[in-house]
Protein backbone atom coordinates (compact mmCIF):
# COMPACT_ATOMS: atom_id res chain seq x y z
CA UNK A 1 0.00 0.00 0.00
CA UNK A 2 2.42 2.52 -1.37
CA UNK A 3 2.14 6.29 -2.76
CA UNK A 4 4.70 6.02 -5.71
CA UNK A 5 4.31 9.65 -6.73
CA UNK A 6 8.00 10.77 -7.70
CA UNK A 7 9.65 13.81 -5.44
CA UNK A 8 10.27 15.55 -8.91
CA UNK A 9 13.10 17.50 -7.66
CA UNK A 10 16.38 15.81 -9.63
CA UNK A 11 15.66 16.95 -13.19
CA UNK A 12 18.05 18.77 -15.23
CA UNK A 13 17.73 21.50 -14.52
CA UNK A 14 19.57 21.84 -10.76
CA UNK A 15 22.50 20.39 -12.75
CA UNK A 16 22.69 23.08 -15.80
CA UNK A 17 22.32 25.59 -13.04
CA UNK A 18 25.48 24.01 -11.11
CA UNK A 19 27.28 23.96 -14.61
CA UNK A 20 26.87 28.02 -15.46
CA UNK A 21 27.67 28.77 -11.51
CA UNK A 22 30.84 26.42 -11.76
CA UNK A 23 32.13 27.82 -15.28
CA UNK A 24 31.63 31.11 -13.44
CA UNK A 25 33.38 30.49 -10.41
CA UNK A 26 36.18 28.90 -11.97
CA UNK A 27 36.71 31.79 -14.04
CA UNK A 28 36.57 34.17 -11.44
CA UNK A 29 39.00 31.96 -9.67
CA UNK A 30 41.56 32.52 -12.10
CA UNK A 31 41.56 35.67 -11.84
CA UNK A 32 42.09 36.55 -8.42
CA UNK A 33 44.69 33.96 -8.23
CA UNK A 34 46.46 36.29 -10.43
CA UNK A 35 45.32 39.45 -8.89
CA UNK A 36 46.11 38.06 -5.19
CA UNK A 37 49.82 37.32 -6.58
CA UNK A 38 50.15 40.57 -8.20
CA UNK A 39 48.84 42.96 -5.41
CA UNK A 40 49.82 40.37 -2.66
CA UNK A 41 46.51 40.71 -0.75
CA UNK A 42 46.03 37.86 1.58
CA UNK A 43 42.19 38.74 1.40
CA UNK A 44 42.27 38.56 -2.40
CA UNK A 45 43.77 35.06 -2.29
CA UNK A 46 41.35 33.96 0.83
CA UNK A 47 38.71 34.70 -0.95
CA UNK A 48 39.98 33.04 -4.48
CA UNK A 49 40.64 29.90 -2.11
CA UNK A 50 37.28 30.38 -1.29
CA UNK A 51 36.57 29.95 -4.96
CA UNK A 52 38.41 26.66 -5.01
CA UNK A 53 36.69 25.17 -2.77
CA UNK A 54 33.43 26.37 -4.23
CA UNK A 55 34.51 25.13 -7.43
CA UNK A 56 35.20 21.90 -6.05
CA UNK A 57 31.84 22.13 -4.33
CA UNK A 58 30.09 22.39 -7.51
CA UNK A 59 31.64 19.52 -9.21
CA UNK A 60 30.60 17.16 -5.92
CA UNK A 61 27.58 18.57 -6.22
CA UNK A 62 27.29 18.26 -10.30
CA UNK A 63 28.66 14.56 -9.67
CA UNK A 64 26.26 14.08 -6.49
CA UNK A 65 23.10 15.36 -8.83
CA UNK A 66 23.82 12.67 -11.53
CA UNK A 67 24.06 9.88 -9.09
CA UNK A 68 21.08 10.74 -7.45
CA UNK A 69 19.21 10.86 -10.31
CA UNK A 70 19.83 7.24 -10.72
CA UNK A 71 16.27 5.11 -10.90
CA UNK A 72 16.06 2.88 -7.72
CA UNK A 73 16.80 -0.88 -8.16
CA UNK A 74 16.38 -3.79 -6.37
CA UNK A 75 19.42 -2.96 -4.26
CA UNK A 76 18.71 0.37 -3.57
CA UNK A 77 15.30 0.53 -3.51
CA UNK A 78 15.19 4.18 -2.56
CA UNK A 79 17.41 5.01 -5.46
CA UNK A 80 20.27 7.29 -5.16
CA UNK A 81 19.48 10.33 -3.65
CA UNK A 82 21.67 10.37 -0.59
CA UNK A 83 24.58 11.07 -2.46
CA UNK A 84 23.81 14.41 -2.63
CA UNK A 85 23.65 14.59 1.43
CA UNK A 86 26.90 12.84 1.13
CA UNK A 87 28.11 15.96 -1.45
CA UNK A 88 26.94 17.88 1.03
CA UNK A 89 28.71 16.43 4.01
CA UNK A 90 32.13 16.77 2.04
CA UNK A 91 31.30 20.85 1.59
CA UNK A 92 30.92 21.45 4.65
CA UNK A 93 33.95 19.82 5.96
CA UNK A 94 35.99 21.83 3.38
CA UNK A 95 34.64 25.19 4.43
CA UNK A 96 35.35 24.19 8.02
CA UNK A 97 39.36 23.54 6.87
CA UNK A 98 39.36 26.25 4.39
CA UNK A 99 38.32 29.00 7.41
CA UNK A 100 41.09 27.18 9.54
CA UNK A 101 43.25 28.19 7.51
CA UNK A 102 42.73 32.01 6.21
CA UNK A 103 42.43 32.56 10.31
CA UNK A 104 45.81 30.97 10.18
CA UNK A 105 47.16 33.16 7.63
CA UNK A 106 45.70 36.28 8.55
CA UNK A 107 47.11 36.04 12.34
CA UNK A 108 50.73 35.54 11.36
CA UNK A 109 50.39 39.04 8.89
CA UNK A 110 48.94 40.76 11.85
CA UNK A 111 51.86 39.75 14.35
CA UNK A 112 54.34 40.57 11.57
CA UNK A 113 53.06 43.52 9.95
CA UNK A 114 56.34 45.15 8.27
CA UNK A 115 56.00 42.27 5.70
CA UNK A 116 53.07 43.49 4.61
CA UNK A 117 52.70 45.14 1.19
CA UNK A 118 49.37 45.62 -0.65
CA UNK A 119 48.56 46.86 -3.71
CA UNK A 120 45.39 48.37 -3.20
CA UNK A 121 44.16 49.10 -6.29
CA UNK A 122 44.66 45.90 -7.60
CA UNK A 123 43.12 44.41 -4.97
CA UNK A 124 39.52 46.59 -5.34
CA UNK A 125 39.23 45.90 -8.94
CA UNK A 126 39.51 42.07 -8.82
CA UNK A 127 37.19 42.06 -5.84
CA UNK A 128 34.40 44.25 -7.68
CA UNK A 129 34.95 41.57 -10.58
CA UNK A 130 34.57 38.74 -7.88
CA UNK A 131 31.55 40.72 -6.64
CA UNK A 132 29.34 40.92 -9.71
CA UNK A 133 30.31 36.91 -10.82
CA UNK A 134 29.12 35.51 -7.06
CA UNK A 135 25.69 37.49 -7.80
CA UNK A 136 25.24 35.91 -10.53
CA UNK A 137 25.86 32.40 -9.59
CA UNK A 138 24.05 33.08 -6.43
CA UNK A 139 20.48 34.26 -8.30
CA UNK A 140 21.38 31.81 -10.78
CA UNK A 141 21.08 28.73 -7.71
CA UNK A 142 18.29 30.65 -5.70
CA UNK A 143 15.32 28.87 -6.66
CA UNK A 144 16.80 25.32 -6.49
CA UNK A 145 18.61 25.73 -3.69
CA UNK A 146 14.80 25.79 -1.75
CA UNK A 147 14.58 21.92 -2.79
CA UNK A 148 17.90 20.64 -2.84
CA UNK A 149 20.52 20.17 0.11
CA UNK A 150 23.65 19.86 -2.35
CA UNK A 151 22.50 22.80 -4.44
CA UNK A 152 21.78 24.61 -0.92
CA UNK A 153 25.33 23.80 -0.16
CA UNK A 154 26.49 24.97 -3.07
CA UNK A 155 24.16 28.15 -2.75
CA UNK A 156 25.70 28.90 0.92
CA UNK A 157 29.19 28.87 -0.70
CA UNK A 158 28.60 31.19 -3.19
CA UNK A 159 27.13 33.30 -1.07
CA UNK A 160 29.78 33.59 1.31
CA UNK A 161 32.12 34.02 -1.78
CA UNK A 162 29.57 37.33 -2.42
CA UNK A 163 30.09 38.80 1.15
CA UNK A 164 33.66 37.55 1.01
CA UNK A 165 34.28 39.90 -2.30
CA UNK A 166 32.44 42.71 -0.37
CA UNK A 167 34.74 42.38 2.74
CA UNK A 168 37.67 42.63 0.69
CA UNK A 169 35.97 45.59 -1.73
CA UNK A 170 35.89 47.56 2.07
CA UNK A 171 39.73 46.46 2.95
CA UNK A 172 40.96 47.31 -0.22
CA UNK A 173 39.05 50.59 -0.54
CA UNK A 174 40.83 51.19 3.20
CA UNK A 175 44.75 50.51 1.78
CA UNK A 176 43.84 52.85 -0.94
CA UNK A 177 42.65 56.24 0.61
CA UNK A 178 44.77 55.23 4.18
CA UNK A 179 47.59 52.94 3.17
CA UNK A 180 46.80 50.92 6.07
CA UNK A 181 48.01 47.55 4.81
CA UNK A 182 46.71 45.43 8.15
CA UNK A 183 42.86 45.91 6.64
CA UNK A 184 43.93 43.26 4.48
CA UNK A 185 44.55 40.75 7.77
CA UNK A 186 41.50 42.16 9.18
CA UNK A 187 39.11 41.13 6.08
CA UNK A 188 40.32 37.98 6.04
CA UNK A 189 39.72 36.98 9.54
CA UNK A 190 36.28 38.05 8.48
CA UNK A 191 36.30 35.65 5.91
CA UNK A 192 36.94 32.89 8.40
CA UNK A 193 34.42 34.08 10.25
CA UNK A 194 31.67 34.45 8.48
CA UNK A 195 32.75 30.42 6.70
CA UNK A 196 32.46 28.51 10.69
CA UNK A 197 28.30 28.96 11.04
CA UNK A 198 27.54 28.42 7.64
CA UNK A 199 29.33 25.04 7.44
CA UNK A 200 28.26 24.14 10.96
CA UNK A 201 24.56 24.87 9.79
CA UNK A 202 25.19 22.51 6.37
CA UNK A 203 26.89 19.78 8.80
CA UNK A 204 23.54 20.12 10.85
CA UNK A 205 20.78 19.36 8.87
CA UNK A 206 23.41 16.73 7.11
CA UNK A 207 23.61 14.57 10.35
CA UNK A 208 19.68 15.60 10.73
CA UNK A 209 19.15 13.60 7.19
CA UNK A 210 21.33 10.86 8.18
CA UNK A 211 19.94 10.26 11.86
CA UNK A 212 16.69 10.23 9.87
CA UNK A 213 15.00 12.98 12.24
CA UNK A 214 11.67 14.18 10.82
CA UNK A 215 12.14 16.95 8.70
CA UNK A 216 12.35 20.33 10.38
CA UNK A 217 8.55 21.88 10.06
CA UNK A 218 7.00 18.52 10.31
CA UNK A 219 4.76 17.62 13.13
CA UNK A 220 4.50 14.30 13.52
CA UNK A 221 1.39 14.95 16.39
CA UNK A 222 -0.43 17.24 13.83
CA UNK A 223 0.04 14.30 11.28
CA UNK A 224 -1.32 11.47 13.93
CA UNK A 225 -4.36 13.85 14.46
CA UNK A 226 -5.17 14.41 10.79
CA UNK A 227 -5.03 10.15 10.56
CA UNK A 228 -6.94 10.03 13.19
CA UNK A 229 -10.18 12.08 12.34
CA UNK A 230 -10.49 9.93 9.05
CA UNK A 231 -13.79 8.12 9.37
CA UNK A 232 -13.17 4.73 10.58
CA UNK A 233 -9.63 4.63 11.53
CA UNK A 234 -9.53 4.18 15.26
CA UNK A 235 -5.72 4.13 16.13
CA UNK A 236 -2.70 4.92 14.62
CA UNK A 237 0.85 3.91 15.84
CA UNK A 238 4.33 3.18 14.63
CA UNK A 239 4.37 6.82 12.63
CA UNK A 240 7.35 7.15 10.95
CA UNK A 241 8.90 10.58 9.26
CA UNK A 242 12.46 10.87 8.08
CA UNK A 243 13.82 12.25 4.44
CA UNK A 244 15.95 10.89 1.70
CA UNK A 245 17.14 14.39 1.44
CA UNK A 246 15.88 17.88 0.88
CA UNK A 247 12.42 17.64 -0.41
CA UNK A 248 12.16 14.08 -0.55
CA UNK A 249 10.32 13.39 3.20
CA UNK A 250 9.10 9.98 3.45
CA UNK A 251 6.33 8.63 5.89
CA UNK A 252 5.09 4.91 7.20
CA UNK A 253 2.51 4.48 9.30
CA UNK A 254 0.31 1.35 10.99
CA UNK A 255 -3.13 2.11 10.46
CA UNK A 256 -5.88 0.54 12.99
CA UNK A 257 -9.57 0.53 10.84
CA UNK A 258 -12.62 -0.53 12.96
CA UNK A 259 -13.97 -4.24 12.02
CA UNK A 260 -17.32 -2.63 10.06
CA UNK A 261 -15.15 -0.54 7.21
CA UNK A 262 -13.18 -3.44 6.92
CA UNK A 263 -16.18 -5.82 5.78
CA UNK A 264 -18.02 -3.09 3.78
CA UNK A 265 -14.67 -3.02 1.56
CA UNK A 266 -13.92 0.95 2.51
CA UNK A 267 -10.33 0.42 3.39
CA UNK A 268 -9.27 1.04 -0.36
CA UNK A 269 -11.28 4.75 0.15
CA UNK A 270 -9.41 5.27 3.22
CA UNK A 271 -6.18 4.26 2.07
CA UNK A 272 -6.86 6.87 -0.60
CA UNK A 273 -7.79 9.65 1.88
CA UNK A 274 -4.73 8.79 4.06
CA UNK A 275 -2.60 9.50 1.18
CA UNK A 276 -4.28 12.78 -0.22
CA UNK A 277 -3.90 13.93 3.44
CA UNK A 278 -0.37 13.57 3.39
CA UNK A 279 0.62 14.53 0.08
CA UNK A 280 -1.79 17.80 0.15
CA UNK A 281 -1.45 19.29 3.60
CA UNK A 282 2.17 17.80 4.77
CA UNK A 283 3.63 17.74 1.50
CA UNK A 284 4.76 14.20 1.82
CA UNK A 285 4.91 12.33 -1.77
CA UNK A 286 6.11 8.73 -0.55
CA UNK A 287 3.26 7.33 2.43
CA UNK A 288 3.29 3.65 3.13
CA UNK A 289 0.13 2.97 5.26
CA UNK A 290 -0.36 -0.71 7.14
CA UNK A 291 -3.79 -1.15 7.70
CA UNK A 292 -4.78 -3.19 10.37
CA UNK A 293 -8.26 -4.80 11.92
CA UNK A 294 -8.85 -3.70 15.79
CA UNK A 295 -7.06 -6.64 17.72
CA UNK A 296 -4.33 -7.21 15.43
CA UNK A 297 -0.98 -8.33 17.30
CA UNK A 298 2.50 -7.14 15.98
CA UNK A 299 4.24 -10.17 15.06
CA UNK A 300 7.46 -8.05 15.32
CA UNK A 301 6.61 -7.90 18.96
CA UNK A 302 7.79 -11.06 19.69
CA UNK A 303 10.86 -11.76 17.74
Given at each position: ?31 Q ?54 G ?66 A ?26 A ?16 R??G ?58 A ?6 A ?36
Amino acid sequence: MHDHAPTGIRGTGNRRLLAISLAITATVMVVQIVGAALSGSLALLADAAHMFTDAAALVIALIASTVAARPANDRRTFGYQRAEVFGALVNGIILIALSVWVAFEAVLRLMDPDEVEVAGGLMLIVAIIGLIANAVAMWLLSSAQRHSINVRGAYLEVMGDLIGSAAVIVAAVVIVTTGWAQADAIASLFIAAMIIPRAIGLLREVVSVLAESAPKGTHVREIRDHILATPGVVDVHDVHVWQLTRGAPVFTAHVVVDDATLRDGRAAGILSQLQTCLSQHFDVEHSTFQLEPSGHVEHDAHA
